[in-house]
């Protein structure tokens, strides 16, 4: 995810480069043109996500679609499912990617919280749902709640697009509403990330 950034802004740059040579240029440029179309459809066409990725770092902050911060129930199986989509992301980095529904840019100065209504106390097993490349695998989490804390490591699971489970192991709860925390222990410096994080089940 994040070694596409700079690959992608080059190659809208060199897009925009050589659309103002075109625009400025006689008929025959248009093999130029035909060019530029070939390589487009080798990466998918302009909806593919390579380029919508581009586009989104393209825009400020504030312009990524936020998620919904929500109190977390238990469903019908007696799972609670901390989604992104329902996390509060803290942090200078973290944003949350609506194409995945994950937050990402996840760095070890950010955090995700969410609020869970425990109907039961007792030992939880931990499921991740994430992704993260194999450069920046291998880093470690804590998954706290106000009773309890759970270390664990992140493997690879392949790339940034490909999402995997992990059992991380249990960690005890209290019964109660309460906020449960998500972050890197490991401590690492700015530029890399920690995973790519869709949701955490507590089962």
């Not at 625009?23 to 390579?50: D, E, Q, Y």
């Not at 977390?72 to 996390?87: E, H, K, P, V």
């Not at 925390?181 to 955490?200: C, E, H, M, P």
Request: glycine residues 8%; contains cysteine.
């Amino acid at each position: 995810m994040m070694e596409c950034q700079g690959l992608a802004m080059a190659l809208h740059e060199l897009f925009r480069i050589l659309a103002n040579f075109i625009s400025n240029s006689k008929p025959k440029s248009n093999i130029m043109l035909h060019s530029i179309l070939v390589v487009t459809m080798l990466f998918g066409g302009l909806h593919a996500r390579f380029f919508e990725y581009s586009l989104l770092q393209n825009k400020t902050k504030k312009e990524f679609p936020s998620n919904r911060p929500a109190r977390i129930q238990r469903d019908a199986l007696g799972n609670y499912l901390l989604s992104a989509a329902m996390g509060k992301a803290i942090g200078p980095n973290i944003k949350f990617m609506p194409e995945y529904q994950a937050f990402g840019w996840f760095t070890s100065k950010d955090r995700v919280e969410w609020e869970v209504d425990v109907q039961k106390a007792g030992d939880y097993q931990v499921e991740i749902n994430y992704s993260v490349d194999n450069a920046e695998a291998g880093k470690e989490f804590i998954l706290s709640s106000p009773s309890a804390q759970l270390v664990g490591k992140v493997p690879p699971s392949g790339s940034w697009e490909t999402y995997k489970m992990l059992k991380a192991g249990k960690i005890h709860l209290n019964s109660g509403i309460q906020k449960m925390v998500f972050k890197s222990k490991t401590q690492f410096k700015a530029g890399g990330a920690i995973l790519d994080l869709r949701a955490i089940v507590l089962r």
